[in-house]
């Protein structure tokens, strides 16, 4: 039986005889779909998704009135409708390989596997991944080349670039790598260049803020203390602390729940407060009307998890006109 997935609540008139269609792995809440939404409106239709984590599927669900299915290894890839799009913000996980020999076949035993295996069954037009800028040096460098060896070999020309988040209009100094793939060699493809506008941290805060949402004494002692002793090891490890004028905060991090240490705001005549979930979802550029139905501890986790959404937006406009731009060549 066919995989069957429900409307969404961003864009309810989904239909459409010429849009493009797309499947969303390792889905998380839903980022790297919001993005392309964006981009593509009415264009783009999702037919399928992916996401183990229940929590994430939860809000997936609240905001795009369809919940993606589970865990991707028992995904049967030929039981998945026809479609035109892969987004994956999928997991790094080194290859036990020494170097890489045979692409495709040595990504078994990993999640990228589970990509690859369903980009070789469909052969879909556009495969956009998305992950940490670490990616590039992972397992000195086999985890990357492994990758893009993969990709070529299943008919893919593949163009990749680190982006940073600050430079997309949001106040966050965020580097990750993002991977465009395009089936064959004919579609010509840059990566968008950065937005001229000036951001700063006070511009996804909120006036009024619960008290619950500042640290405690002990916490923010033990906040001081920690990056005392951090300096006198000679390393800048420890709490960051931000004001409404800081141009960004540092990345926000899927740990963020426990201690807030790496994003503080800075509050007059009190210690410093946490981001609320809110805040830590503008600070990814997630609209406010981005329904967040879970504790602030997942509602922390699944932020952090996530992506920038703009700078998802930027590159899945180049990718439209992209692939826009090849149909008017074919027709001319």
Same mark, same amino acid.
Request: aromatic share 12%; proline share 3%.
């Given at each position: 039986?066919?995989?069957i997935?429900?409307?969404?609540?961003?864009?309810?008139?989904?239909d459409?005889?010429?849009?493009?269609?797309?499947?969303?792995?390792?889905? %998380?809440?839903g980022?790297?779909?919001?993005?392309?939404?964006?981009?593509?409106g009415?264009e783009?239709?999702?037919?399928?998704?992916?996401?183990i984590d229940?929590y994430?599927?939860?809000?997936?669900?609240?905001?795009f009135?369809?919940?993606?299915?589970?865990?991707?290894?028992?995904?049967?890839?030929?039981?998945?409708?026809?479609?035109?799009?892969?987004?994956?913000?999928?997991?790094?996980?080194?290859?036990?390989?020494a170097?890489?020999?045979?692409?495709?076949?040595?990504?078994?035993?990993?999640l990228?596997?589970?990509?690859?295996?369903?980009i070789?069954y469909h052969?879909?037009?556009?495969?956009?991944?998305?992950?940490?800028?670490?990616?590039?040096?992972?397992?000195?460098g086999?985890?990357?080349?492994?990758?893009?060896?993969?990709?070529?070999?299943?008919?893919?020309?593949?163009?990749?670039?680190?982006?940073?988040?600050?430079?997309?209009?949001?106040?966050?100094?965020?580097?990750r790598?993002?991977?465009?793939?395009?089936? %064959?060699?004919e579609?010509?493809? &840059?990566?968008?260049?950065?937005?001229?506008i000036?951001?700063?941290v006070?511009?996804?805060?909120?006036d009024?803020?619960?008290?619950?949402?500042?640290?405690?004494?002990?916490?923010?002692? %033990?906040?001081?203390?920690?990056?005392?002793?951090?300096?006198?090891?000679?390393?800048?490890?420890?709490?960051?602390?931000?004001?409404?004028?800081?141009?960004?905060?540092?990345?926000?991090?899927?740990?963020y729940?426990?201690? %807030?240490?790496?994003?503080?705001? &800075?509050q007059?005549?009190k210690?410093?407060?946490?981001?609320?979930?809110?805040?830590?979802?503008?600070l990814?550029?997630?609209p406010?009307k981005?329904?967040?139905?879970v504790?602030d501890?997942?509602?922390?986790?699944?932020f952090?998890?996530?992506?920038?959404?703009?700078?998802?937006?930027a590159?899945?406009?180049?990718?439209?006109n992209?692939?826009k731009?090849?149909?008017?060549? &074919?027709?001319k």
């Amino acid at each position: 039986m066919t995989y069957i997935m429900g409307r969404n609540l961003f864009n309810m008139s989904i239909d459409k005889k010429n849009s493009y269609k797309a499947i969303d792995l390792f889905a %998380g809440i839903g980022g790297i779909r919001l993005g392309f939404e964006q981009a593509f409106g009415e264009e783009i239709e999702f037919v399928f998704a992916s996401e183990i984590d229940k929590y994430a599927r939860q809000t997936y669900y609240a905001n795009f009135a369809e919940e993606p299915f589970g865990d991707i290894t028992q995904i049967d890839e030929t039981k998945i409708e026809k479609f035109d799009i892969l987004l994956a913000g999928f997991p790094c996980q080194a290859f036990s390989v020494a170097g890489y020999r045979k692409g495709f076949e040595d990504t078994r035993g990993t999640l990228f596997f589970d990509v690859a295996r369903i980009i070789k069954y469909h052969k879909p037009k556009v495969v956009f991944l998305e992950n940490v800028k670490g990616l590039v040096g992972h397992d000195k460098g086999k985890t990357f080349n492994v990758i893009l060896e993969t990709l070529r070999e299943l008919g893919y020309r593949v163009e990749y670039k680190i982006l940073n988040a600050k430079d997309f209009g949001v106040p966050q100094n965020r580097e990750r790598i993002y991977i465009v793939c395009f089936l %064959g060699d004919e579609v010509e493809f &840059e990566f968008p260049n950065k937005i001229e506008i000036e951001v700063k941290v006070g511009d996804i805060l909120d006036d009024k803020i619960e008290d619950k949402y500042t640290i405690s004494d002990k916490l923010w002692a %033990g906040h001081q203390r920690r990056k005392i002793e951090h300096k006198e090891k000679g390393n800048g490890f420890g709490y960051s602390i931000f004001n409404k004028n800081s141009s960004y905060t540092s990345t926000i991090s899927a740990r963020y729940y426990k201690d %807030g240490s790496e994003i503080l705001i &800075e509050q007059d005549g009190k210690n410093p407060r946490k981001l609320t979930p809110r805040e830590a979802g503008r600070l990814q550029g997630f609209p406010d009307k981005f329904h967040i139905k879970v504790s602030d501890v997942q509602a922390y986790k699944q932020f952090g998890n996530s992506v920038s959404v703009p700078v998802i937006k930027a590159i899945a406009k180049n990718i439209l006109n992209s692939i826009k731009k090849e149909k008017q060549d &074919e027709c001319k």
